[in-house]
């Protein structure tokens, strides 16, 4: 549960609300119970009591706390204060155990005292836990007990449009990512870490995290070490000015008693700019990292620089080299937005002089850091994450969604926290958010693009668009062009990676399109990322090459047409000369094809064309296009299915894919299969399937096409073979 509700609250048809008014809102007596309190990290011996006679609602409840523990709460206003109803047996032999987890309801301000205690609980019991605020982090106040740290669970807060204003923050299990792993464990073997990650891949929220949760460990804006990296750290830092590195670890231990963690974000933009700093600075820097590396420090564990892909690693000679590859101009903001997921108009129209530039060698003392890339999130550390926010926002979604969620942005952890808010902001009204409705509110959503900002394209964006008069305007050419082969073949192995492309891919992981997916290849850091690029990145075909489709009749109408436009589709760009099956192409290269095709044939703006795809199990694609305006046509590439099982699979996906959007009234299955690799009696089969709706109008079509011969043999069901011209462009 969570303040969430008052929100929920105000959307509820009358007749939930009702309800929800007689649960929350009943009239209670005042009440004459002395209620026992505990704050969340201290023992159990440290519980006091609190006489509610004159408090109606726990937000004065709240108040009197704050007045009973005045030490505790320096600082921190009573309605930041969250309590929670538990039941904790209190006796001699627990005295001294620390709670550090609870399971309890949360207890909102304006619920009476008397809706939860009507009757005086046992007097010994602790019956209210009080959990403060998370810790600010200025690296400048500490709390001094380790238990206050232990086992908190830091919150990030996903901003969204639309009717709910989400005001309460919800999970991110930062704790049990892999990238947060391997970083917690170089901090424990006492070495300085490089932490790198694309746009929104969570560095900045894992340092917060660990602020937050660790004791003595520090939180740094780097822009806050402007006027000198080490006069800089020592005011972030509450120390002396110190003359040198050494006497800066004295100055720690005096301090601090203990040693601490360091943790620099942003670090890619001071050290992209530290020609304006001080000249010592890289060599103050040089010599904190060897210090710490060679064991001689004795205040300092650990420190760690983050930074994104604007400053990135590249091998050369075995060796890692630090690399300046994106300007970035003095205008930007130094932050890097890891809460805002859509960004407003104003802020899109300020103008930038961010551009790609050629790799260059940074004077850098990070070169002897041990470098750890930030993590996606797992399959199943994204189903953690979503169950979280429906325990702790006490709302439902179904399985379905969770799933869907994940095929979608592939565990990019700023487009898992988008979606995260969209779901609670769709499921403030249900009771379960099923798929149907998710379905349709996300495709809605995704397919309005000038209502919704989505701040990782528009990041893409910047970087790609053309800089007048910019001596590097080849860098974004040479970008653009391999950006160009990934969106026709989705990824690509690193064979297919030639020189001439090293300088360009450097480029599209910087700017976050682009990641290794493990066992050499490379593909794009969400489905998401690669359906919106299409829009204004995917290879055109040239206009008075094509037949131009002003209308669309009906589902078989559109059918004709498309069929009709398989001529056009360019012979190169399917059939991959590194390909291992040369008669074969892959989903994502026929879906890019016909993503162009129809974009170019269909009169525009009557219709408006979408490419949607989706990783589902098993790293198997769903690959679609849509062509849509008041009615809306789908279409979905499935390759070299020619089982009985795989086509039924096929058929069955497309159709639910299609529930819950109520203007689709055709869906089609397009099954490209090589002839040239086939046998001449090939058996394809044609599956019933059930449809969401009667007036849907479902086909499964088998496209037997020849590289050879360049043309397609179309069977379809009930209806004689036909045979067309394929490929020859």
């Not at 809605?444 to 919704?452: G, V």
Request: overall charge neutral; charged content about 25%; aromatic content about 10%.
């Amino acid at each position: 549960m969570s303040n969430y509700s008052s929100l929920f609250r105000v959307l509820l048809p009358s007749r939930v609300q009702t309800k929800f008014e007689e649960k929350y809102f009943r009239v209670c007596r005042y009440t004459d119970i002395m209620i026992f309190c505990l704050v969340q990290g201290d023992a159990i011996k440290n519980s006091f009591p609190i006489d509610t006679r004159n408090y109606a609602t726990f937000g004065h409840l709240r108040t009197a706390i704050k007045d009973a523990k005045q030490n505790a709460f320096v600082g921190i206003d009573a309605d930041r204060l969250t309590l929670w109803k538990v039941d904790i047996i209190q006796t001699k032999e627990n005295q001294e155990v620390i709670v550090k987890e609870h399971k309890g309801v949360e207890l909102h301000s304006f619920e009476s005292v008397g809706s939860y205690f009507q009757e005086t609980p046992t007097s010994t019991n602790i019956s209210i836990i009080v959990e403060p605020p998370p810790p600010a982090n200025t690296g400048l106040k500490r709390p001094n007990s380790e238990s206050h740290f232990q086992n908190r669970r830091m919150r990030k807060l996903v901003k969204t449009e639309g009717p709910v204003d989400i005001t309460k923050n919800f999970y991110v299990p930062f704790d049990i990512l892999e990238s947060t792993y391997k970083l917690e464990e170089a901090i424990n073997e006492k070495v300085c870490v490089l932490l790198v990650g694309h746009f929104q891949s969570g560095k900045s929220s894992t340092l917060h995290y660990l602020s937050g949760t660790k004791e003595n460990y520090f939180y740094i804006q780097a822009s806050m070490l402007a006027n000198g990296f080490l006069n800089g750290l020592c005011d972030q830092l509450s120390l002396n000015l110190c003359n040198n590195i050494s006497e800066f670890d004295r100055e720690i231990v005096q301090l601090y008693k203990k040693q601490i963690v360091i943790m620099i974000d942003e670090f890619d933009r001071f050290l992209l700019n530290q020609n304006k700093s001080p000249v010592d600075t890289i060599d103050q820097m040089r010599e904190l990292i060897k210090l710490v590396n060679d064991r001689g420090e004795r205040g300092i564990k650990s420190v760690i620089f983050a930074g994104s892909f604007a400053i990135t690693t590249i091998l050369e000679n075995g060796s890692h080299q630090v690399k300046k590859v994106i300007e970035i101009s003095s205008q930007e903001s130094s932050q890097e937005l890891p809460q805002d997921n859509l960004l407003d108009d104003s802020l899109l129209r300020k103008q930038t002089q961010s551009c790609l530039q050629k790799p260059e060698g940074v004077p850098s003392p990070l070169n002897s850091a041990k470098i750890i890339e930030a993590s996606d999130f797992t399959k199943e550390q994204h189903i953690q994450f979503y169950y979280d926010i429906q325990e702790n926002l006490n709302l439902r979604f179904n399985e379905k969604v969770v799933d869907d969620i994940y095929s979608l942005t592939n565990g990019y952890a700023g487009l898992e926290g988008l979606l995260a808010s969209l779901c609670i902001q769709y499921g403030s009204n249900e009771e379960t958010l099923e798929f149907n409705a998710w379905n349709d509110l996300f495709t809605e959503f995704i397919r309005n693009p000038t209502k919704k900002k989505i701040s990782a394209v528009k990041h893409i964006e910047k970087y790609l668009s053309e800089p007048v008069n910019s001596s590097n305007n080849h860098f974004i050419k040479d970008t653009k062009k391999l950006l160009e082969r990934f969106l026709r073949k989705g990824t690509l192995h690193s064979s297919e990676i030639n020189d001439e492309d090293l300088v360009a891919i450097v480029h599209l992981r910087a700017i976050g399109i682009i990641r290794d997916m493990g066992n050499e290849i490379l593909g794009f850091t969400s489905n998401i990322i690669l359906d919106l690029l299409s829009d204004n990145y995917y290879p055109v075909f040239r206009r008075d090459a094509l037949a131009r489709i002003p209308h669309i009749n009906s589902p078989q109408d559109f059918l004709s047409k498309t069929l009709d436009l398989f001529k056009h589709i360019r012979y190169n760009e399917i059939f991959d000369p590194l390909a291992a099956n040369q008669h074969s192409f892959s989903e994502s290269t026929i879906q890019g094809e016909l993503y162009a095709l129809l974009r170019m044939a269909v009169s525009y703006p009557t219709y408006r064309i979408f490419r949607e795809t989706r990783t589902l199990e098993k790293s198997e694609k769903k690959c679609n296009v849509w062509v849509c305006n008041n009615k809306e046509y789908g279409i979905e590439c499935k390759v070299d299915k020619v089982s009985e099982k795989e086509i039924k699979k096929a058929a069955e996906q497309a159709i639910e894919y299609t529930k819950g959007q109520d203007k689709v009234c055709g869906m089609f299955v397009f099954n490209f299969v090589p002839s040239d690799s086939k046998a001449n009696n090939c058996q394809l089969f044609f599956p019933n399937v059930i449809k969401p709706r009667n007036d849907i109008y479902f086909e499964t079509v088998h496209i037997l096409y020849s590289k050879t011969s360049r043309s397609a043999q179309i069977f379809r069901n009930n209806m004689d073979k036909t045979e067309i011209p394929f490929a020859l462009s």
